[in-house]
Nanobody, 116 residues
Framework: QVQLVESGGGLVQAGGSLRLSCAAS????????MGWFRQAPGKLRELVAG???????NYADPVKGRFTISRDNAKKTVYLQMSNLKPDDTAIYYC??????????WGQGTQVTVSS
C-alpha cells in the first residue's frame, strides 16, 4: 500500500505561482509513475503532468511551459511547480501513483484557487 498526502495548495492571483508537494509512504516510491491530476467543478478529472520512475515527464497541453513536475526519490516526494497561473487552473489537485500504466493510489487532494 502507498499513502499520498498533498500540500501546498491555496489562493493566488492570476500570474502567480504555487508549488504543490506530495509525500508518499512505502518503500517502493522510486518504482512508481507519479502523476498530478486536477478536477474543476462540473468537469472530469484530468491528468496535468506525470513523471515516470526513470524521470521522463509528460504534460497536458494547457499547462505546458507553465508547470513542472519533479520527484525526489530520497524524500519520497513529488512536486508540481506551477507558474503564470490562470483562473482556469482553479481545481482540486490530486497526486497519484501507479505502475504499468495505471494509477492505483490517490491522495485526498489540495485546493488551488486562482483569482482574476
Amino acid at each position: 500500500q502507498v499513502q499520498l498526502v498533498e500540500s501546498g495548495g491555496g489562493l493566488v492571483q492570476a500570474g502567480g505561482s504555487l508549488r504543490l508537494s506530495c509525500a508518499a509512504s512505502g518503500r517502493t516510491f522510486s518504482r512508481f509513475t507519479m502523476g498530478w491530476f486536477r478536477q474543476a467543478p462540473g468537469k472530469l478529472r484530468e491528468l496535468v503532468a506525470g513523471i515516470r520512475s526513470g524521470g521522463s515527464t509528460n504534460y497536458a497541453d494547457p499547462v505546458k511551459g507553465r508547470f513542472t513536475i519533479s520527484r525526489d526519490n530520497a524524500k519520497k516526494t513529488v512536486y508540481l511547480q506551477m507558474s503564470n497561473l490562470k483562473p482556469d487552473d482553479t481545481a482540486i489537485y490530486y497526486c497519484a501513483a501507479g505502475v504499468g500504466g495505471s494509477y492505483d493510489f490517490w491522495g485526498q487532494g489540495t485546493q488551488v484557487t486562482v483569482s482574476s
